[in-house]
Structure formats: C-alpha cells, structure tokens
C-alpha cells in the first residue's frame, strides 16, 4: 500500500542566510516529484523568496504555501541580549498573507536587535487575522519549556498564541529528527494538543534537499559562523532536515499519522493569490486632474525650447506616436514622476547625466529633459525603449552626481512618503572562486590555500562568473590540480556544494521603488547595513530601507522601480568647471557645447585620453589611434566597438574611415543604416532598421528581433527567421545578401549594442575631453581630487600631468582648499589629500586664513588655527608634506620646533578664550622679527626656528609619507625612459596583469619589513615605487640571501617576480632582482625608442625575389593579410634583374604585425616558388 501524500510545510530556502541550503525551484521540483500537492517556504524572519516559490510551485504544478519562520521576543523594542525564540507562520489567507508581510516588515522596522528582527504578542495579537501558526521547532518558546520541564509555562504560551490566532489556528508541531531533545519536546506537544484541544502537524524543518547534502549544510554553517568543520561553533546533530519523501514521513511519524493529515488540511485551508503582471504606477497629479493633458503641455513646450517655433514636422509626427503608445500603456504617470525629479535635481544644482540606456530613443525624453540627445539627428529608435505592442515597464535609469544622488533619493522621499519609498535588496551567490576561499577556510587549510586554489578558476567574462561545471571540464587547469593533488580535490568537492547559494543580502546599487500607498501594503521591507555609505558615530550600522524582494519580483508586481546610480565623473565635470569658474571668471555651458572641437579629436587621435570617460584604457587608447576620431559619431562607434566580440570590427572600420572606398554596400537601401558605420553593423538599432526597411517588419516586430538576438533565443530567431527571409526576398533583396544578414544577426548577440546608451556615454566622454583638451590643468585638478582617498591613483594622475607638461605643487597652508586647486596653471595639492588632515582641520585652517591672512610662519599658524582641530600629528603632516614651505622655513627645522610652538599657540588661545589677553594680542610675533597684523614692540619673541634642512633622500621620503606621491623631486624622474622600456609593466598598471604571470618591474624600494614564518625562514615584505604606482613585493629566504644587498630603501632595482591578485590587492612574489643604474646614453637611447613606438605601428617588409616566385604570389599574399586584418602598412621589397624595387599594398591589407602573420606570409611565398617567375 502506498504512503499518504504529505506537504512539507516548515521549510528553509538560501534566504535563510548561510542556513539554509535549498534552491527554491529545486524544493518545488522535488515536491513534485514525490507527488506532494503543496510545499510551503518559512525562512528565518524574511520573506525574500516568497515570488519565486509562489512561481516555482505553479510552474511545477503544486500549490505554494507562503510563511516565515519569525523570531518572536517579549518586547520588540527591548535592545540588548534577551530571550530570542522561532515561531512557524503561513498565510491562510490573502489578508494573511498581507499580515505576514506587516510582521514580517515590522520585525526589522520596529524589532531590529543585533541584525534579527523581532515581534512580540502584541504585534501577533494585532496582525493575526487569516494566519495559521505552527507552535514551532525546537527553537520555539514552548518547545524551550518543555526541555526545561516548564510546562505550565509551554501551556500558558500556546494559550496565547491560540488567543493572537485563533484555536482552530494553532497547530501543535511535532518532528523527528533523531535529536534526544525533539522526543521529549514532542511528548509534551502531544499532551498539550490533548489538553488545549488542537491538532497536531508534522513537519520536517528542511534545511537542505537531500540527505547526502547534509556536508554541505554543515560547511554552510561553518561559513556562517567563521568556524571549521573540525570545530564548527553551530551544527545539526543529525542528518534528518532534508525533504524527505511521503514514505519517509510516514515511517518517522507511524505513531502519529494524523500529523500528517493536518498537513494536507492546512494546505487545504491555505489559499493565497499573488497578483503579478500589474501596474502599480503612482498617480503624479492629484486625482480628477489630467495627467495625460499636462504631460503634452510640458512635451510642447520642451519642444519648442529644443528646436524653436514653429516645431519642425518630423518632431510633431515622433512626438505623436510616441504620446500615443505611452498614453495606451499607461504611462502618462511614469513620465511626469522622472520629469519632476530631473527637474528638482538641474534645479539645485545637482549634475545629471545626458541620458543612459535606451530612453535616449524617447523624443518624450529629450523634450522633458530627462535625457540630452536629439534621437532624430542621431537616429535613435522609440521602439528599442517602448515596444509599441509588447506593455511592459518603461526602464529609465538616470546618472546623477555621486555627490548629489542622495538629495534627489531624499527629495523623492519627501514628495511621495518614506512609507512609499525605498531601494531594493540584491543578493550576493557564491561564484566558484569565493566558494573555494570559503571550502578551504571551513576545511581548516592556511589562507594560501584556498588562494592559490581559486586563481585557477578563470575571470568573469562579461560580468559572468563560470561555472564549476565548465572549470572542470578536461584539460582545464582547476580539474588537472584536482586529479593530481589531494588537497585540492577535498576543497573543490566541499566548494561544489557551496556554488550559487546565496552568501549575503545587499543594498542594489542604484534600484528605487516608489509607490502610491505604504510599500508594505505590496511587498515586506527589511533593513540592510549600507555598508557603502557613510560611517555614523560611535561604530553604530548605517542600516537602509530596502524591499525584501530583489529586482525581478518588484518588477513581477508592477512596483514602479528607477535607476539613481552615482557617476563619479559627473562630480569630476561640475568640480573642473568651478575651478575653471575660479581660474577665469567663467564657465563653461556642457550642454551647449559645440561637438566639433578639432583640438579635442586630435588629443583623442594620439591616443591622449588618460581621464577621459570611458577611453582611458590602454586597449581604447589604441583603438583611438587606429580610428583617430574627427567627429561625435566615431566616438559613440568605439564606445560600442571597444568590447569583447566587436574589437575585431576596430580595423574594418578604421580602415573604412580612412579610404571610404574600400566600404562595399550590396544593397543601396543599406547606405542610410550601414554607410556611417563604414559597413560595420555596431548597433541593435541597426539591426532593428535593417529588418523594418528590407524585411517590412513594424517597429514591434524589430524589437522582437532585437530581443531574441541579444539574449540569444534560438526558439523566438527560429519563428522570426522565415518571416524576414520572406519579407526581404518579397523586397527584392538578393538571396545571398539576406542569408549574410541573418548570418550576422545570429553572431551580433556576442557585439551589437545599444546606440542610444553609446551615444549618451560618449557624450559624457567628449565633455570630458573637451574639458581635458581646452583646460588641461583645471581637468586634472578635479580628477585627481575624485581619486585622492585611493592609495594607486594619486601617483598615477600626478604622472600624466607631469606628461603633459602640468606642474605638481606640495600642499600649502596659504594656499590650498580641500581638494586640488590651480595656481597660475600649476596644481596644487589639496589639504584633505594630506595623511592625517581631517576635515575639520582642514576648515580650521581656512578660517584661521579668512580672519586674519596668510600665516607668516609656524608659530603664526599654532597661534592662530583652532587647536583642538589640528593636533601634533596633523601639523606634523603638513609639515612633511611641504604645506609650510611658503614660510621660508626648514621643513627639519619646524619639526624640532613644533612641541614649542604647539604649546605656545594653545596658551594664547586658552588666554584669550579666559580673558587673559594682553597688550601682545595687539600684534603676534611671526619668529622672524615681524608680525603678523602689523609692527608690535611688546610682541612676544619666539626662539628661531633652526635653518637646517633634511638630506633630500630624507625630505622626499618624509613628502612620500605624508601625501603619498614625490612632489619636490622624484629619484626616478631622470632614469623613467630607461625604465619604461625595460620594464614589461608600470605599478600602475599591474593589478591588469593576470594572476600567475612573471613580469619585470621596476623603480625604488620605498620600505622594507622582514619576518620569521612559522617554519622559521626568513620572508621579507618590499615596498617598491614608480612613478605610477606602488606594489608589495614578497622575498622569500632564498631571494633574501642572493639578493640581500639591494634589498635596502632607496636602492633602484628591476625585479621580475610572479604576479598574485589575492583578497588583500596585488603584490609579487620576487624571483630575481638587479640593481637599476642606466648611463646617460642608455637613457637617451630609450627616450628615442619611446619617441618611435609613439609613431605608430611599424611597417611590415616582406622580401621577394622575383625570378623564384610566381606571379600568383601577391594574391597569396593578400589573401593572408585578410586574415590578420591590423594597422601595419605592408611594404614589398621585390628584388628583380634590373634591381631592388619598394611596393606599397594599400589601406585593404594592412596587417597585425605577429610571429603568426609573419610564419603565414613566409608558408605563402614557400609555396609559390615554382618555375614561372614574376619578372
């Protein structure tokens, strides 16, 4: 006979934090297949999983049952350690279910005590309408009595609960998990459900799937508790919460087979609608008013604004179809809401991008500015934004500055109701290199471990972190380590079973939600650590609202969700234009800034574009001096072409600029689509005009097309494919050009991208040339300012300008602001990039300067500068740092100084702050026989200070310290050449080297520590510097005795060594070292190698002799080229009877000067060396 059917109905998914091991879709899968007919979700105090189960169990055919397991409290507001126990609840009812989102919010809102959210009777007695409650698992507050043998008190608190929910409610839980406690547990459940006339249920407390997943639940919990599996700090004793099939419950529950009956009872009784595919858009005007009529007023008037009156024809027609669609959706709303925000934001000042993904398609965007690029000059499609036949959500995302994101997130919150705002949680999974760190840890092995380990999984691709699956394949490198070394093998296998379980919950970097009503009306809220914001006082946790469901369900609910995201480089932009404002007297407009500026492309064609949004890479630096850029248009084509799948487009194109005679076009009516992008097909928008002008398809369908190539959706390509073969061949177009065409809708998924979001950020990227080009220093100033709290950047800018011809000045307290400043076309360093200075030293100073001038001299300053806000230490840094130099004092001589006139400067502050002040207030003596304010005869007359001055050695190490760059000097600045071509990578660029690779380096040993490892060895921890950068360098005995005597501070070496990304940034474990001391020649020799490799590409020179190859020879030749497309030009040099003739192959073959190419061009006139010559 075959068992009763069963529902689980207390059951863990991952979001039960490092808890709970089950996949939801693997939960209701399994459920199902065992024939259950409905599977319920509690996780630990959350409902993060509630859609996705909601979704799983229908698409598997079984009825979801939604709950949550909450920590219940005698008082919700009690902070501090206290009692702490689980209580099981599911919805009944669709107005339990919404009770259970109110709880489940309230427990975090109201409840949060050390990270857990809390309820208590009172919120239970309030909230309780259409909830069953479980009595719970062993960590419930009855069960806890009853192990202490308080059962009165297990009675009195079912009592309670049967009040809160009602008795036909309340079902007595009882389980078998082979823990000696549960059986005494479930004896006395058995006697209250007797005595207080309810009904017993049997439950599983599912933690993981299956049994054998038991290890690794048990390695979860290690993670979450920072313990190893040798000495976990938290485990199951047994192996018995998995979901175990009907059979296996009705063998643990034989004596009790009405528990599992209630089971089905209460997923009987249980019914729950989530209402999905909704929109639940907040109205913008109050009700009764038109918004459809007021968004036409504000478009009309936008339009008049961009294009004068009257509105040119084209613009009507667009914003015509455009309202329509939007007015059909119900969008009307939705438009005004991002209208007003944008608005609120140019309004306060506060920098806002010109546009970002595909809204810049919108003339609705560009008329309200919500975006800044013309979609009908720049031919950008409505439909690549909106589909016209397909509703779903508009997707706007918006830049604002970093600086001003959270004013606007402030604004929206007080115009709509902090109860109808908040940003979305996101969930961090364990891709296969964290879970290997993680195996390793739990496993008890050294942190070198799991490190060396991980590094043989491959990087993301594309944002896409591989799978354990694809990095165990043969041959590759994780599963050779794994077949051959033991210890390998036992962390993959642990790390298998952590892969893709979620690890952490996080705030989304940009998401907001903004309802009409309470969000919790909707969807359950929590609070999460924004662990990226701002530290608050005391240590105290900077916690946010988020929603607790992730982007995917907000949006399932029709919730109206934006894109605020921080962009550094508008802050960069608006911080050049105020030093600009400062340096002139005035400002430049970005918004009407002229897109033709030829000094502008000709810094981008030399590939000057460090600082340059989006061009700054080495790799786009090249590829802006292939393409040399001379209007907007190729700037918006290499943001779209400079990514993995198009960059072997960059030489088609390039070459296409160049002689746009070599661009062949099959069929005129591609000019107008193809012919600005030299016959390269770049954009999805393209490929969407393609279809529409040869294939007829609507703009609906073209989207349609455009969705199903990008996520690369063979079932939609295949029903799409006849209807544009049809459409096209009933358009006359050639067989063969339609099949190439589908051929490269199939291949554009890995490259096509969208024009609307390249055209946007180009626009970011020219403005930012533009302000690079036409004031470098004032650019450079602010650029350096946004990086300045990073330890890598600082000496990486301050090496460009030095490139370009800019001067670095030391901080000075007469002088600097906060940030870096410009001073007569010089940059000067800012005080808060001085290590020590705090912010409110920093304004001290700057009052100090306001009130009464610049500061004659230290003791001037001590006197003067607040000193409760710069301490020893901060004047001391200044100090080193050169920010006293003005003064015309020794920066050694300060120092042996400075107790004395600290002391000094805070008796006449604490004087005068008394009312001690004396006739010598009239005038302070600056040390030097002046005054500050003017002659004083009974000013008091401080010592001298000592003119003496540090070695320069010293001075610069002591500069290093304090601002972490060289200023006054650098020990490298006349070797750099030498260096640069000697070295295979600057230190500012080596994090981009790949983990294991061998390199050398080069530049001076800045600091050195030496230690005994555990073994005894010695090891040694180098600090090494260039001009760019700064690296850890790792010597181990061996290299410590060969090379012991450069490892001194100082010295200037060249060191090759093995490259390691670990947790804790880049370094290198050093192999050999040699000292670094180039002549004068060999400096110069190098300074001419660098001037020749900054020409371009060299040429390649094929030699040929004539009389032993066949005419033939050339078209081989050709045809090879074809296959190495690149920039080199490719010179013949032809030895004939009558001498040694030069030909030049033109722009079609140039090539990518290679060992590869050069092998295959010898393989070609190998061959050709028959008996009929050339001449």
């Known amino acids: 006979m075959s068992a009763p059917t069963v529902a689980h109905l207390h059951v863990h998914s991952e979001y039960s934090l490092l808890d709970g091991h089950c996949k939801i879709d693997g939960l209701a899968k399994r459920a199902a297949e065992f024939g259950q007919p409905a599977l319920g979700l509690t996780d630990h105090g959350v409902m993060n999983g509630a859609v996705e189960h909601y979704k799983a169990c229908r698409k598997h055919g079984i009825k979801p049952i939604l709950g949550c397991e909450?920590?219940?409290?005698?008082?919700h507001a009690h902070r501090g350690r206290g009692e702490r126990n689980h209580l099981t609840l599911l919805a009944r009812t669709n107005e339990g279910y919404q009770n259970l989102v109110r709880l489940s919010s309230m427990g975090f809102t109201e409840g949060l005590n050390m990270g857990k959210p809390q309820i208590d009777m009172g919120q239970l007695q309030t909230y309780g309408g259409g909830v069953i409650a479980l009595t719970g698992c062993l960590a419930s507050r009855s069960s806890q009595r009853l192990v202490d043998g308080a059962y009165e008190e297990a009675r009195a608190h079912v009592g309670d609960l049967q009040a809160a929910f009602g008795k036909e409610n309340v079902y007595f839980e009882i389980q078998q998990n082979g823990i000696p406690e549960q059986t005494v547990v479930n004896e006395g459940v058995v006697k209250l459900a007797r005595e207080l006339g309810g009904r017993l249920v049997g439950t599983g407390d599912v933690h993981y799937l299956r049994r054998e997943d038991y290890h690794h639940h048990a390695a979860l919990l290690c993670v979450n508790t920072k313990s190893t599996l040798a000495e976990p700090k938290l485990s199951f004793d047994t192996n018995e919460f998995f979901l175990k099939s009907n059979e296996e419950m009705a063998s643990d529950f034989a004596d009790h087979p009405e528990a599992l009956a209630s089971t089905l009872e209460i997923a009987e009784r249980c019914e729950v609608e989530i209402p999905l595919g909704g929109q639940l858009i907040p109205r913008f005007l109050p009700e009764g008013e038109d918004e459809k009529a007021y968004l036409r007023e504000l478009v009309l008037a936008g339009l008049v604004e961009r294009y004068g009156a009257p509105i040119p024809a084209d613009a009507i027609e667009r914003m015509e179809m455009e309202l329509g669609v939007i007015d059909r959706m119900g969008f009307n709303a939705y438009f005004l809401i991002v209208w007003d925000f944008v608005k609120y934001a140019k309004d306060h000042g506060i920098a806002v991008g010109p546009g970002r993904g595909s809204a810049a398609g919108s003339l609705i965007a560009y008329s309200l500015r919500i975006t800044d690029l013309d979609p009908l000059k720049y031919d950008l499609l409505f439909e690549r934004f909106l589909n016209p036949e397909r509703v779903s959500m508009p997707d706007i995302d918006i830049d604002f500055s970093v600086r001003g994101r959270e004013k606007v997130m402030q604004y929206?919150?007080?115009?709509?109701?902090?109860?109808?705002?908040?940003?979305?949680?996101?969930?961090?999974?364990?891709?296969p290199r964290a879970a290997t760190k993680d195996a390793a840890r739990v496993l008890g092995h050294p942190y070198q471990v799991g490190e060396e380990i991980s590094q043989l999984v491959p990087e993301p691709e594309q944002g896409r972190n591989p799978s354990f699956e694809s990095c165990m394949a043969e041959g590759e490198p994780l599963r050779v380590r794994y077949d051959s070394d033991p210890t390998a093998k036992q962390v993959i296998d642990v790390a298998r079973g952590l892969e893709?379980?979620?690890?952490?919950?996080?705030?989304?970097a940009a998401a907001v939600v903004i309802a009409g009503m309470p969000l919790t009306d909707v969807v359950p809220v929590q609070l999460t650590e924004d662990k990226s914001g701002p530290s608050l006082p005391g240590g105290e946790r900077n916690y946010k609202l988020v929603t607790q469901f992730s982007m995917k369900p907000v949006e399932e609910l029709g919730l109206l969700k934006m894109d605020f995201l921080g962009l550094r480089n508008l802050d960069v932009i608006e911080d050049a234009l105020d030093i600009i404002e400062r340096s002139t007297g005035e400002r430049p407009d970005m918004n009407t800034l002229p897109l033709d500026d030829g000094k502008t492309y000709d810094m981008l064609a030399r590939g000057d574009s460090v600082g340059v949004f989006q061009f700054e890479s080495e790799g786009m630096r090249e590829a802006l001096k292939k393409v040399k850029p001379?209007?907007?248009?190729?700037?918006v084509a290499l943001v779209s072409l400079y990514r993995p799948g198009a960059m072997d487009q960059i030489p088609t194109y390039a070459r296409g600029k160049k002689d746009p005679s070599t661009v062949r076009i099959e069929d005129e009516r591609l000019e107008p689509i193809i012919g600005p992008t030299y016959g390269v097909i770049l954009y999805q928008e393209q490929a969407m005009l393609i279809s529409k002008e040869l294939a007829g398809f609507t703009g609906a369908q073209a989207d349609d097309l455009r969705k199903a190539i990008g996520k690369k959706n063979r079932e939609a390509m295949a029903k799409l494919k006849p209807v544009f073969f049809e459409g096209c061949a009933r358009n006359g177009v050639d067989r063969g050009l339609i099949e190439q065409l589908w051929t490269t809708n199939e291949k554009s998924a890995d490259y096509s991208f969208n024009k609307s979001h390249a055209a946007c950020y180009a626009l970011i990227s020219y403005r930012t040339a533009w302000l690079k080009a036409n004031h470098p220093a004032e650019y450079m100033a602010a650029l350096i300012s946004s990086v300045m709290n990073t330890k890598d950047k600082v000496p990486f800018f301050v090496a460009r300008c030095d490139e370009m011809g800019i001067a670095i000045l030391p901080p000075c307290v007469n002088v600097s602001d906060h940030e870096f400043v410009v001073v007569d076309g010089a940059i000067r360093f800012g005080l808060d990039a001085v290590k020590g200075v705090g912010h409110g030293a920093v304004e001290a100073i700057k009052k100090a300067r306001d009130d009464g001038g610049p500061f004659a001299s230290l003791w001037d300053f001590c006197e003067r500068v607040d000193y409760r806000s710069a301490n020893r230490k901060t004047i001391e840094a200044l100090i080193k740092s050169g920010a006293f130099d003005q003064t015309g004092h020794s920066r050694k001589g300060m120092l042996e100084v400075l107790e004395q006139a600290q002391a000094a400067g805070q008796k006449v502050q604490q004087d005068a702050q008394i009312g001690q002040g004396s006739i010598f207030d009239l005038g302070m003596d600056d040390g030097v026989g002046g005054t500050a304010r003017g002659a004083n005869p009974f000013a008091v007359q401080h010592p001298p200070i000592p003119a003496e001055e540090f070695e320069k050695n010293e001075l610069l190490a002591f500069e290093k310290e304090a601002i972490g760059?060289?200023?006054?000097?650098?020990?490298?600045?006349?070797?750099?050449?030498?260096?640069?071509?000697?070295?295979d990578v600057s230190l500012g660029d080596i994090e981009k080297v790949k983990h294991g690779d061998w390199v050398t380096v080069g530049g001076i040993i800045a600091a050195t520590r030496q230690l005994r490892t555990r073994t005894g060895s010695q090891m040694m921890f180098v600090t090494v510097d260039d001009l760019e950068g700064?690296?850890?360098?790792?010597?181990?005995?061996?290299?410590?005795?060969?090379?012991?005597?450069?490892l001194t501070v100082d010295t200037v070496v060249l060191v090759k060594g093995k490259v390691e990304h670990g947790d804790r940034g880049t370094s290198m474990v050093i192999s050999s070292m040699e000292k670094f001391e180039p002549s004068e020649a060999q400096v110069a020799a190098a300074e001419v190698q660098l001037a020749e490799l900054q020409r371009g590409p060299e040429d390649i020179r094929v030699k040929l002799d004539a009389t032993q190859v066949q005419a033939s020879v050339i078209d081989e030749l050709k045809y090879v080229l074809g296959n190495f497309p690149g920039e080199s030009e490719v010179v013949l040099e032809v030895s004939t009877t009558s001498g040694l003739r030069h030909l030049r192959l033109g722009a079609d073959y140039r090539g990518n000067n290679t060992p590869t190419l050069r092998a295959e061009l010898d393989r070609a006139i190998r061959s050709s060396a028959v008996s009929t010559p050339i001449a």
Not at 500 to 508: A, E, F, P, T
Not at 630 to 635: E, K, P, S
Not at 969 to 983: E, S
């Open 965 to 983: 760059v060289f200023v006054s000097a650098h020990p490298l600045k006349d070797v750099r050449a030498a260096l640069q071509v000697k070295a």
């Open 70 to 75: 909450i920590y219940y409290v005698d008082d």
């Open 412 to 431: 929206v919150v007080g115009k709509y109701g902090r109860e109808s705002v908040a940003q979305i949680i996101t969930f961090g999974k364990m891709a």
């Open 500 to 508: 893709g379980v979620v690890r952490n919950n996080s705030i989304h």
């Open 630 to 635: 001379t209007v907007f248009d190729d700037l």
């Open 1030 to 1046: 700064t690296l850890e360098a790792i010597a181990f005995e061996k290299t410590i005795t060969e090379y012991g005597d450069l």
